[in-house]
């Protein structure tokens, strides 16, 4: 199978570019995995992932620092192509792809115990037909988790917003749906925790969320204080 992206440049004309690869190689990625673009002054340089809200499946990484003339795709806000030559970069377009929206960061799964991600090695991330990946629900007003069937992940309907749901691997090796609610109606059925920092989020130096993605809520912590502490329960943000 042939991966096409589509992209559209943003000159006069809108041109529409057709990149395709073969399966093997997948998406090229112009910076190292965990580095991102950053743009100064009209120049491109590779630097650290802090927030990890856009990810790539890919297998081939670090071509701009191999110093080889070609196509490849970076973030830099949005999923962009660059054409890479004499180690001159020079965006092209943005990638028209299905984004699939994951919970947690690659190389790690959800724990649906303290509603956190956690990091696990040699993950097979074959679940996920997508190589553009969009992480969290970070706008989301409650959040409520369900466990989801293997056979249902790639069921869910198009025309259903990405922002509003993501699909992870949980830590007991099932599969769990996150959903957004845009009410806290829910509530009235299932119990529900207010969290103060968004989806992902945890204080760092005081009351300043960051996307930490690891520090779940473990319940059972404060058995003594909260009555019935295990069961269903939701985010409310
Ligand atoms: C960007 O360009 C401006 C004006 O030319 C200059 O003052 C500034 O130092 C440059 N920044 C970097 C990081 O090179
Ligand atoms: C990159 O390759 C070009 C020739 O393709 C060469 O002139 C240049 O010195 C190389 N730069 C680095 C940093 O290796
Ligand atoms: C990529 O850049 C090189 C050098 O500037 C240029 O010759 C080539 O036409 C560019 N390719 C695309 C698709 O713009
Ligand atoms: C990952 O899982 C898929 C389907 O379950 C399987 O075909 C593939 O061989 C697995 N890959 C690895 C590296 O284990
Ligand atoms: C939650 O806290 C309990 C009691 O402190 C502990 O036994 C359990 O391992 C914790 N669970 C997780 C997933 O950290
Ligand atoms: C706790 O569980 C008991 C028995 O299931 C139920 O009667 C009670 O209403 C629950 N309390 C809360 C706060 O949900």
Redesign the pocket.
């Known amino acids: 199978m042939n991966l096409f992206i589509v992209l559209i440049c943003f000159s006069v004309g809108i041109p529409i570019?057709v990149l395709s690869t073969d399966a093997e190689s997948g998406v090229r990625k112009c910076c190292d995995s965990g580095e991102v673009f950053e743009s100064i002054n009209g120049s491109y340089t590779c630097i650290e992932d802090k927030t990890r809200r856009l990810q790539m499946k890919s297998d081939e990484t670090g071509f701009l620092h191999r110093n080889e003339?070609g196509?490849c795709v970076e973030i830099i806000e949005e999923f962009f192509v660059f054409?890479v030559?004499?180690g001159?970069v020079?965006p092209?377009g943005q990638v028209i792809e299905q984004i699939f929206p994951k919970c947690c960061p690659l190389n790690h799964v959800y724990n649906t115990e303290i509603h956190s991600c956690q990091e696990a090695t040699s993950l097979n991330h074959s679940y996920i037909s997508q190589d553009f990946l969009q992480i969290g629900l970070p706008n989301c007003k409650v959040i409520v988790d369900y466990e989801l069937n293997e056979n249902s992940i790639h069921k869910r309907n198009n025309k259903i917003s990405i922002n509003s749901y993501c699909i992870d691997k949980s830590h007991t090796d099932s599969y769990v749906l996150r959903e957004c609610k845009d009410s806290v109606e829910i509530c009235e059925e299932i119990r529900c925790f207010k969290k103060c920092c968004p989806d992902g989020q945890s204080f760092i130096n005081g009351p300043n969320c960051y996307d930490t993605y690891k520090y779940g809520l473990n319940l059972s912590r404060w058995q003594n204080f909260i009555e019935n502490y295990t069961g269903n329960r939701n985010f409310v943000y």
């Open positions: 570019f003339t196509e054409n030559s004499r001159i020079q092209l």
